[in-house]
């Protein structure tokens, strides 16, 4: 390792003591000095300026000399001094210090590691204060070339430094130019300033009692001739050690100035903007694709209803309000102006933010590239809507009128054509507006045509003109006109109207004139003659006119008949479906409770099988019913386009379990009817497809197959296939296969069935115009088809979506409420299963009426929550009861729910429009029947209890 190399200089008058000194040096190893010795003031002068040495040695006592002066002499160099003396003076001692000796050594106390620590600090320290006085003159260089006027204050208050524009400025702060105020108590001299340098006072002593981390205040500073503003900031120094404070006076003059010419730059922007009809703005499309907003004018409110922030805070807001279909072209003419950097000009729907309407704008824009690849838009918005309604006002009249209204200038050409033109001369709008108003007037009016183009060039009106112009097919039509002039436009506006047919009325009449009065002439003639005649035929008129009145009156007695027929037949139909339901009712109603409550297996299989037998009952009692009123016209369709995908699928849903249960593979082919539609009822066609698949199901073959697929057929036909894998029909069981209650091979067959779904299917397929067919071969299966017409396009309907009943029979009624439900009901049977069925609900009081007179005192007294009706009471009907309750302010409010066996669909629309909130029909399902009744008395009880809510 190389040792430290130091050059000493050895100011000393004692040869003894420099024998020391070097004895000493060359004892220490880790150092390697050179030692120069002098022994006056006058050498170690000279040395100390010839030579450069680490560090000096002095004696404080030169002979008459004094070792001080030589550190005054050379102090403020770059060399360190160590005093050396004789004795321990603490003057000496104090004198050395202030004069800034890095040491003071004693002679006789002195070794090799004080020497030589001695030696190393002074050097340390002298490059220290080097590197300080270093650092000072930067960071003072650095403070001058600021132009900011800065002064460094102490706690409190005095300048202690300044800046070179500080010292520059001294005058005009009133210090004197040498000092430029060091020394001055800042604090004071700002109170003694005014009311602004008062607050900078104020501000500086809050910094330095570090109640604040920094100041600012800007104020002016007026003269006579100019007017300046300056910014005044104070800041504390970090760290520890003394508190200091820096004050900076900014001169901002320019920067008001500038700030001045630009409010009232903004200012002037701003009110041109203010009367500008329309919306102006300013935005940039990065070259990323993003878009930012810089400018929105006020009139963002007039014409899409919302602030400017809230447009500028969204970059994407033009293109969200839109109207979807002009969207496309909105992009499109953005994107070429950009690329093109052309004058931009569209107009478009757009809606407004703060409600569902639409609007029509204009947008013009001029783009421009930026450096960085962006467009810059400075452009205009304005609202077209009140001039697009005029227009569109304008063009419907124009466009709607029968007449044929017409637009023409003076140099004798069309400019604007309505579509009467086309409809009455048979040309398009686009071949007449490339010829003149005279290529299609007749040779012999086209001189009176001019002469009215001329009139009417002149100013003056013209009405009742006549003319004949031709057609594309080349025959003449006569129009009339009526026309005026806009001169200062040179346009003329006309109107003309088809008179051809007048024309060729007049002129048949006139020859129907001279024809006439030919005739009358023959008449007279043969008017003798006739009326001999006259007599017998006037008798034979007479024998005619009694054999039609005898028509007449068969005609009237067979209708009379055919409609008393109908009638007894609608109300046998509504008798046998109320005498046929009522005591099914009571059946499946009490089997269903005996179901719900039942735990014994052997009665649950007994109840399965009551219920099962009810049911099929039930089934076979609707199916007659409705190929009764089939046969009797009265049922209900709503032909609409189906679309047979949904219904095929929902069909195939249905069946599918069935499907499984059997072991059979299933084809729906649902692709194929993914865009076909046929003109049916949805639910009348889905009934028809579910017995048809059915059918296919349970008279197949184990392991087999069933298939759904199209065929289309001529005129328009589509028909739907159902095929299957079974044993298939011979020719004689065709025959016989639709008749009712036809079962074939039923005796030896364990297939449920009535033998009436083919045959209500037919009639249904009949009275939807369809067909249903069958192809079948013994041994190899069925193919069951039913063919209805094509819709061409899907009619809209509404869906009705069927509500679930889930969790049947649990009361769902309010928390500590109890009901009231009356029950207007002739049949004690019905009354039983009804008090069966409550008494499940301990929550809810049924009371009982057999007569519809009694129910109606029973409403008014006890005001229950629900009433129950039946509609066959022996006093007055239940239409009359309802009626009543309707009528009545005390029970108007009461939800009737109407319980009938008649299922007719016309009786269930009339009670439902006369005010019932339901009509469920007998026999009951319990399940629904506890479900419609909570839901009922849930409704009732939030209509009619304003401010309670209940959780269901």
Known sequence: MNNLSCRVLLVEDNNDDYLI??????????????????????????????????????????????????????????????????????????????????????????????????????????????????????????????????????????????????????????YTAENAGIGTNYLHVCERSGAEGADVATGIRAVIARESENFSLEYPCHGPNDHRWFRVGVTRFPGEGPLHVVVAHENITAHKLSENALRVSEERFQSIVANVPGMVYQFTTLSDGSIEWSFISQGCREIFEAEPQLLLSNPSWLLDCIHPDDQSGFEQSMATCAETLSSWHWEGRHRCAAQEKFGWIQGMARPRRLPDGGTLWNGLITDLTALKEAEEERDRFFTMSLDLVAIAGFDGCWKRLNPAFSETLGFSASEMLEMSVLDLVHPEDRASTQEVVEKLARGESVVGFENRNRTKEGAWRWLEWQAVAAVEQGLIYAAGRDITQRRESEAMLLQMRDELERRVVERTKELGIANESLHIENIQHQLTMGSLRQVAEAYRQAKEDADNANTAKSEFLSRMSHELRTPLNAILGFGQILEMHSSNVDDQKSIAQILSSGWHLLGLVDEVLNISRIEAGHIELAIESVPLSEVVSESCAMVLPLAAQHGLTFQENVEQFSSLHVMADRQRLKQVLINLLSNAIKYNCTGGHVEVFCLEMPGGILRINVMDTGVGLSPHDQQKLFIPFERLGAMNSKIEGTGLGLTLSQGLMSAMGGVLGLESELGKGSTFWIELPCADLPLERAELTAHKLENAGTNTNAPGCNYTVLSIEDNLSNLRLLEAIFSYRPDTTLLAAMQGSIGLDMAHQHHPHLILLDLNLPDISGMEVLAQLQKSKDTSHIPVIVISADATAGQVERLLRAGAKHYLTKPLNVAYFLKTLDETLFLNLEEHSPGKRYNI
């Open 21 to 174: 000194v070097r004895d000493l040096l060359s004892d220490i190893t880790t150092t390697d000095f050179t030692l120069l010795w002098v022994d006056s003031y006058q050498a170690a002068s000279e040395s100390l300026l010839s030579h450069q040495y680490d560090v000096c040695l002095l004696d404080y006592r030169l002979g008459e000399a004094n070792g001080m002066d030589l550190v005054r002499e050379f102090g403020d160099g770059s060399i360190p001094f160590i005093l050396l003396t004789g004795n321990e003076d603490f003057e000496v001692d104090v004198a050395a210090a202030k004069a800034g000796l890095s040491d003071f050594l004693v002679k006789g106390h002195i070794n090799s590691p004080l020497l030589e620590r001695s030696i190393r600090y002074a050097i340390e320290r002298k490059k220290a204060e080097g590197a300080l006085l270093q650092a000072q003159r930067f960071a003072q260089a650095t403070v001058d070339a600021l132009s900011s006027q800065i002064a460094v204050i102490d706690e409190q208050g005095t300048i202690v430094a300044v800046n070179a524009v500080w010292r520059d400025a001294a005058d005009v702060n009133q």
